[in-house]
Structure formats: structure tokens, C-alpha cells
């Protein structure tokens, strides 16, 4: 495991990851304020040709990590197969690639429970 996928470990949200993608993409946190939501990579965005991630950019909302996935396939060409092969670990969207929260496991059930005894 390399160390930029270590620092991505629990803390890490999709809020909080979706801002850092957008202080990457603008260059500076100040420009993510003056974001008009118009700066994006090729043709993603909405039908209004605003970015997808323009209403979360302030740590507002609540980002789905659906929507992670989809810009990761916008990314990578549509292609799930480069998304799943994707080695841009300095990415913060990364952890969220398979539009599944990385943070968010599910334990085994114990047998006890739902059980009178």
C-alpha cells in the first residue's frame, strides 16, 4: 500500500475529497469559492454545462460517491476496466472509484442477534 492510499484512510469522506478534487482542479481554495462550476475536463458536467461537483465544493451536501464513480468514468473514457486498473493514487477521488465508500464496512452478524433466548 503506498502512502498517498494510507493517507485516505477513514477520515477521509467523499465531502472532504470531492473539495480537495476541486482545489486541484481550480489550483487554489480560493478560486473554489470564486467557482463559477464552469472549469471542467472535457465534456463532464450537466446539461447546463455545470460540474457535477459545483454544490458540494464548499463542504456542502452531501456528495454521492455514485457521482464519484461517474466522474472517475468520465476520467477514464467511460471505461470501467481503466477505472478498475486506475493508478492516479494522488487522486483524491481515488478511495471512491467503484462508487462504493471504502470507510463504510459491513461486519459479519452475530448468530445471537434477532434471537430470543
Known sequence: MTNMVRRFKKS?????????FCVQCVGS???????????????QGD????CWFYPYRNKKGRPSVKLIRKMC????GGSP???????????PLFPFRFGKNPNRTRGPRSSSEGTDV
Not at 481554495?29 to 472549469?39: L, N, Q, R
Not at 446539461?47 to 455545470?50: I, L, V
Open 73 to 76: 468514468l468520465e476520467c477514464m
Open 12 to 20: 477521509r469522506t467523499p465531502k472532504a475529497c470531492v473539495r480537495r
Open 29 to 43: 481554495p480560493y478560486e473554489v469559492e470564486t467557482c463559477g462550476g464552469d472549469k471542467m475536463f472535457g465534456d
Open 47 to 50: 446539461k447546463n454545462n455545470q
Open 81 to 91: 476496466k481503466l477505472v478498475s486498473e486506475c493508478t492516479s493514487t494522488d487522486c
